[in-house]
């Protein structure tokens, strides 16, 4: 028996010619796209208090200049007041990790010379975000300049949509963009005031006990807050392995603190701050970050949600179209 004759279309080969030149182009300007979806993130969350605002009757452009105006006095002003007590006590707080461990678990046999190897690098990668920090801001202002100009052209996208695809696929489109921009958005303001809100609690909570490094683990428990679950409970031992040192009373209010901040968050904070965005589940964020990291480092985790938010909401939105569109055509199939 003759093996079978396997025929390739033309059209096989161009379509297999186009997605190869495709995946080529999206890995060498990949930093760019990077760059242009940070400026979605940014312009989906500024979106709403600038519609807000031009509501008010005043300029769109004003109201986008009064937001970005603020959010670079608060920003500037955050990097000028907390960035360098935040990395000094980052560093001194890594240095003297094993001693805390240490002391904090005498009965445990641990190799405190190979715990302090291991974590070595953590000091030195503190230092080495905030050069690039300081040595990106281009790149960051780059990216505001584009999310400001996404902000102010949104109201023409509708305009272009519907000359690309035609009115009635355009508008569709448009839709689905919509609610990525209203989950996405609110996902990001809900995850930063989350964070800044634990952030501060936690502050309050360490100065008023008088623990070290107080403004490193509020940052560390707000950061934390964007994993579900498992991350209040992470924020929490480096705060009990210090207070443990000092006495068990104090690792007892310590863990108390925690505890009660973590119930506010849960009945009082979260209820009302992401009452309007569709969570994912803390199984799928977790997995996000994990896959994030490992494929992107810290860039990776940032946006692993955001990205894994805008696909999930895409492909909701075109599978409602296409079951819209099969409806329709079955409503209006002639009847035989």
Do not use: C
Not at 241 to 269: N, R
Not at 297 to 309: E, F, N
């Amino acid at each position: 028996m003759f093996p079978t004759k396997i025929e390739i279309s033309h059209k096989t080969i161009l379509f297999t010619i186009i997605i190869l030149l495709s995946l080529w182009f999206v890995y060498h300007v990949l930093d760019i796209l990077i760059f242009i979806f940070v400026a979605f993130i940014l312009m989906s969350a500024f979106k709403p208090i600038v519609d807000f605002i031009e509501s008010k009757k005043l300029p769109r452009i004003a109201g986008a200049l009064i937001i970005y105006l603020l959010f670079l006095s608060v920003l500037g002003l955050l990097i000028t007041i907390l960035l360098p007590p935040v990395i000094t006590q980052s560093v001194h707080f890594i240095d003297t990790l094993p001693v805390f461990i240490r002391n904090a678990l005498p009965f445990i046999n641990l190799d405190t010379q190979l715990i302090s190897t291991q974590i070595a690098p953590l000091s030195q990668n503190i230092f080495k975000v905030t050069i690039d920090v300081f040595s990106n801001i281009i790149t960051l202002f780059t990216i505001i300049v584009v999310s400001f100009y996404l902000l102010l052209e949104r109201k023409h996208v509708s305009v272009y949509f519907k000359d690309l695809f035609g009115s009635a696929v355009g508008e569709k489109f448009l839709q689905g963009l919509e609610k990525v921009e209203e989950r996405l958005g609110a996902w990001v303001r809900g995850q930063v005031m989350l964070g800044l809100i634990i952030g501060v609690m936690t502050f309050i909570a360490l100065m008023i006990l008088g623990l070290p490094y107080p403004l490193t683990l509020a940052i560390f428990a707000g950061i934390l807050e964007v994993i579900p679950i498992i991350g209040p409970i992470i924020s929490m031992i480096p705060a009990i392995l210090i207070a443990v040192t000092i006495s068990p009373l104090m690792a007892g209010i310590t863990f108390a603190s925690y505890l009660i901040i973590q119930q506010v968050e849960a009945h009082i904070v979260v209820p009302v701050m992401m009452k309007k965005v569709s969570g994912l589940p803390p199984i799928v964020t977790i997995l996000s970050l994990m896959i994030g990291a490992k494929l992107g480092g810290i860039i990776g985790a940032l946006l692993a949600i955001p990205l894994l938010i805008t696909i999930l909401t895409g492909v909701g939105e075109y599978l409602k179209f296409k079951q819209v569109k099969l409806k329709s055509a079955e409503r209006n199939k002639p009847s035989v």
